[in-house]
């Protein structure tokens, strides 16, 4: 992280406080700050032009700039995305928005998109930045109770609740001539079967008991579950993506250009393909990832940030696949410090109910 500013042994340590606080000065007022003042904010024996020097080199590779001739430095993006990758000190979240976000996150009796919904409008909320989340419509989660209600002949709705609370709800087509007696017969066959399990997991043990035996229940049960999962597979392409609260963003934009370059990085945003570009860039680990401005092809020219974490999925003991992400668009000027504790404990708590 800091291994740029290191490669000069003679300004690693004194580049990095000074690059520290200019861009502290900017989060705050967003304004240059001179030598004279850094000089002052670290309470050191540098003088005024000692620190210019190091600060003249620090533009020259390319982590500070001067927007006018007599005026003190501001970060670009490159050296803003310096400090928050190495240099930031985060905070931490208090008690009460902890459980604000907990209690939008839970999910028993939702259905996945309110609970996105949900706890993307409390991070919103919370970081007063426009939310984004993403998130597969089928995530294979393992079940507790599934009902199948008749509407008509050949339709049944299925109702399923994973063993956290979160509600699905499909209508699936089943064969003329079920009786209300037989679906409910077969429904509490399942259930006496499917705790703890997936979809996947109960059409398998139901098609390995109808080979030792075949009885009605069980035949019907293995068609419902089949026909379930067939829905399932060509709902695929239903991915959820949310973006809530634009107007936080638009209201911190003021020329009509820079509105016109938001509107197409939101509309990019909002491209499936160009959103899983970048969740490949989230897919190792679990941290925070944070995009800024010219650092981030989609984001050159905007002077828009975005904090994002992945949503993860276990498969297996180890394995981890990323499933979708949630997190924050806004201006450059950020409280990195605050809203990056935010978007991850979000996550974390997303990821706890997913799994």
Known sequence: MTDELKKDSGIGERARSILAKVVESYLNQGHPISSKLISEKLNSLLSPSSIRSVMAKLEEQGYLYSPHTSSGRMPTDRGLKLFVDGLLELGDLTKEERKNIEARCAVAGKTLME????????????????SLVYAPENIDRPLKH??????????????????????????????KGITNSSLIEATNYINSRVYGKTLQDLKNDLSRELMRQKTEVEKLSEQLVSEGIAIRSKDKGDDHFLINRRDFIYGKVDQKEDLSKLDILLN?????ENFINILRNTSEGAGVHVFIGSNTEMFNLTGCSMIIAPLKQKSGQKNTSTLGAIGIIGPSRLNYSRIIPMVDFTAKVLNKFLN
């Not at 009902?147 to 399923?160: D, K």
């Not at 990019?268 to 499936?272: A, C, I, R």
Request: proline share 0%; glycine share 4%; hydrophobic share 45%.
């Open 268 to 272: 990019e945003l909002q491209n499936k």
């Open 146 to 175: 599934i009902e199948f209600v008749s509407l008509n002949n050949e339709n049944a709705l299925v109702i399923t609740i994973d063993i956290n609370g979160l509600v699905e709800n499909k209508l699936i087509k089943v064969a």
């Open 115 to 130: 609970v996105l919904d949900h706890s993307s409008k409390q991070l919103a909320g919370l970081s007063n930045c426009t």
